[in-house]
T-cell receptor, first 115, second 113 residues
Framework: KQEVTQIPAALSVPEGENLVLNCSFT??????LQWFRQDPGKGLTSLLL?????REQTSGRLNASLDKSSGRSTLYIAASQPGDSATYLC??????????????FGKGTLLTVNP | EPEVTQTPSHQVTQMGQEVILRCVPI?????FYWYRQILGQKVEFLVS????????KSEIFDDQFSVERPDGSNFTLKIRSTKLEDSAMYFC???????????FGSGTQLSVL
């Protein structure tokens, strides 16, 4: 059974700092990996999607890497801003039968960026 | 960006009552999912749905749960007889193709009293 772990559980940084969030998964037979942002009481916003054949994806100040063989992914946030404060979730996609795939989520990292 | 729409945003019900949670997927998406998140816990997979049938369901998705797409647009989750432990945020998610990103709705907060 796939298990996804995210470290640290919480992180507090001053504005402007670069930071790295970590995600690890136990079964490397994944289809892709997705990073999400969740604001309190709200839905999940997809940030980056990395296919299993890719090593990294970039969007603006965000860069996500994937090392499938070692079961690890990192989300790098450059020049953090107070508006980046949220919970960041990592999720791996696995085949679930019938041409379909399901996501298994980590518990998330709660990021606070202080002005 | 296209959106997945869920209604209602909040639902309060008495234990043993039936509830129906509704989702309007993004147009032309083919794969539909329900996930839930109990307060303070991980987002959990409930069920996946493709080509008008369930692809996979989790252990949580027992006989009290059902899904359907009755009119080709709305995608619904029904809980026949709610329990206290069904209280959670329920998310609908949809995607076009398996290698595309999953879009989530803003959720329905279900409170069972």
């Amino acid at each position: 059974k796939q298990e996804v772990t995210q470290i640290p559980a919480a992180l507090s940084v001053p504005e402007g700092e670069n930071l790295v969030l970590n995600c690890s998964f136990t079964d490397s037979a994944i289809y892709n990996l997705q990073w999400f942002r969740q604001d309190p009481g709200k839905g999940l916003t997809s940030l980056l999607l990395i296919q299993s054949s890719q090593r990294e994806q970039t969007s603006g100040r965000l860069n996500a890497s994937l090392d499938k063989s070692s079961g690890r992914s990192t989300l790098y946030i450059a020049a953090s801003q107070p508006g980046d404060s949220a919970t960041y979730l990592c999720a791996v996609s696995e085949y679930s039968g019938g041409s379909n795939y399901k996501l298994t989520f980590g518990k998330g990292t709660l990021l606070t960026v202080n002005p | 960006e296209p959106e997945v729409t869920q209604t209602p945003s909040h639902q309060v019900t008495q234990m043993g009552q039936e509830v129906i949670l509704r989702c309007v997927p993004i147009s032309n998406h083919l794969y539909f999912y329900w996930y839930r998140q109990i307060l303070g816990q991980k987002v959990e997979f409930l069920v996946s749905f493709y080509n008008n049938e369930i692809s996979e369901k989790s252990e949580i998705f027992d006989d009290q749960f059902s899904v359907e797409r009755p009119d080709g647009s709305n995608f619904t989750l029904k809980i026949r007889s709610t329990k206290l432990e069904d209280s959670a945020m329920y998310f609908c998610a949809t995607r076009g193709l398996p290698n595309e990103k999953l879009f989530f709705g803003s959720g329905t907060q279900l409170s069972v009293l």
